[in-house]
């Protein structure tokens, strides 16, 4: 197991090195463990109750943090995957495919980064494409024909914003899939598990239920971004981050998210299997919500979802 952190995370990281060794030698004191995982978990606890938005956005980018091959492993079955969009070809920056949530068969979305470099080059650092998009709606459309509930697991910075990408039509390709997301007769899930960049989340983001994990984070651009526009300065990164309001309790606040879903004593990355838990438990409640409902009714609830989001004020008529 790997113990990189974050710097506002070196205590319990060394605290981690000593619960590894201490579980691993065999004359391991048991209550000497347990202490040793109490003071863990307290400490835990204490950091990540008073996060300041930049270290949210450190622990949402996190090395270790579960990605979707992780989720994938953890809560489904018999995944198969699909590959290519039909038109150009494929994007390893979007996983997509069957699979079996507790039985039932489902399809499953999501971005995917990759853990080393070798990886995070073939998987374009989580940033589709179009093509990966495109790939996106043609399995929500098999879904749809065979009425499976789509699952949706967001974790990019972003749409991928180079040339090749604009020249196959990236912002084409995220406008269809909001318009056919809309309309999909079959419930959607989506879990923001990381990073919610900007149209590259949005893109499969139009779901049912649209929740988020406690130090995951949900922005119209990244605070980087943000301060190169504002201030011309990416050094401004973390006054960014508390002006654009990412995290999930405002996002919750201002009705942008309908859960929060809480994460172990450390997040997400320091016991992935409790982490894929939660998310489990949280797709098998909606689902169960969702799928009482007719599909006329599932449509005009997501219409009225979306259509409450945002504050607008009317002019006075001259």
Same mark, same amino acid.
């Given at each position: 197991?790997?113990?990189?952190?974050?710097?506002?995370?070196?205590?319990?990281?060394?605290?981690?090195?000593?619960?590894?060794?201490?579980?691993?030698?065999?004359?391991?004191?048991?209550?000497?463990?347990?202490?040793?995982?109490?003071?863990?978990?307290?400490?835990?606890?204490?950091?990540?109750?008073?996060?300041?938005?930049?270290?949210?956005?450190?622990?949402?980018?996190?090395?270790?943090?579960?990605?979707?091959?992780?989720?994938?492993?953890?809560?489904?079955?018999?995944?198969?995957?699909?590959?290519?969009?039909?038109?150009?070809?494929?994007?390893?920056?979007?996983?997509?495919?069957?699979?079996?949530?507790?039985?039932?068969?489902?399809?499953?979305?999501?971005?995917?980064?990759?853990?080393?470099?070798?990886?995070?080059?073939?998987?374009?650092?989580?940033?589709?494409?179009?093509?990966?998009?495109?790939?996106?709606?043609?399995?929500?459309?098999?879904?749809?024909?065979?009425?499976? !509930?789509?699952?949706?697991?967001?974790? =990019?910075?972003?749409?991928? !914003?180079?040339?090749?990408?604009?020249?196959?039509?990236?912002?084409?390709?995220?406008?269809?899939?909001?318009?056919?997301?809309?309309?999909?007769?079959?419930?959607?899930?989506?879990?923001?598990?990381?990073?919610?960049?900007?149209?590259?989340?949005?893109?499969?983001?139009?779901?049912?239920?649209?929740?988020?994990?406690?130090?995951?984070?949900?922005?119209?651009?990244?605070?980087?971004?943000?301060?190169?526009?504002?201030?011309?300065?990416?050094?401004?990164?973390?006054?960014?981050?508390?002006?654009?309001?990412?995290?999930?309790?405002?996002?919750?606040?201002?009705?942008?998210?309908?859960?929060?879903?809480?994460?172990?004593?450390?997040?997400?990355?320091?016991?992935?299997?409790?982490?894929?838990?939660?998310?489990?438990?949280?797709?098998?409640?909606?689902?169960?919500?969702?799928?009482?409902? =007719? !599909?006329?009714?599932?449509?005009?609830?997501?219409?009225?979802?979306?259509?409450?989001?945002?504050?607008?004020?009317?002019?006075?008529?001259?």
């Amino acid at each position: 197991m790997a113990f990189e952190g974050l710097d506002f995370e070196e205590a319990l990281v060394a605290l981690r090195k000593e619960i590894a060794a201490a579980r691993s030698s065999p004359d391991s004191d048991p209550d000497h463990l347990q202490r040793l995982v109490d003071q863990h978990d307290a400490l835990a606890r204490e950091l990540f109750s008073r996060l300041t938005a930049w270290q949210v956005t450190q622990v949402a980018r996190h090395a270790n943090r579960p990605y979707t091959l992780d989720y994938i492993s953890m809560l489904f079955e018999d995944f198969s995957e699909i590959h290519g969009d039909r038109s150009f070809g494929d994007d390893p920056a979007l996983v997509c495919g069957t699979a079996l949530f507790r039985g039932q068969p489902v399809v499953v979305i999501g971005h995917q980064k990759g853990r080393d470099m070798k990886q995070r080059i073939y998987r374009n650092f989580g940033q589709p494409k179009p093509e990966g998009y495109r790939k996106a709606l043609r399995v929500m459309k098999m879904a749809e024909k065979f009425a499976r !509930p789509i699952i949706c697991l967001i974790d =990019t910075p972003g749409a991928y !914003p180079g040339i090749d990408a604009e020249e196959r039509g990236q912002a084409e390709a995220i406008a269809r899939n909001l318009r056919e997301m809309s309309a999909m007769r079959v419930p959607i899930v989506v879990v923001v598990t990381g990073e919610g960049g900007s149209g590259g989340a949005l893109a499969i983001g139009v779901g049912d239920r649209v929740m988020i994990l406690q130090n995951a984070i949900y922005s119209v651009i990244s605070p980087e971004g943000c301060a190169a526009i504002l201030w011309k300065d990416a050094r401004m990164a973390e006054t960014a981050a508390e002006k654009l309001g990412l995290t999930a309790s405002k996002l919750l606040a201002l009705g942008l998210v309908d859960a929060v879903l809480p994460e172990p004593p450390g997040g997400a990355h320091a016991d992935p299997q409790a982490a894929a838990e939660t998310v489990g438990a949280s797709i098998a409640k909606s689902l169960s919500e969702l799928q009482r409902l =007719t !599909p006329a009714k599932l449509l005009d609830q997501r219409y009225e979802k979306f259509r409450r989001m945002g504050v607008f004020t009317l002019a006075a008529e001259s």
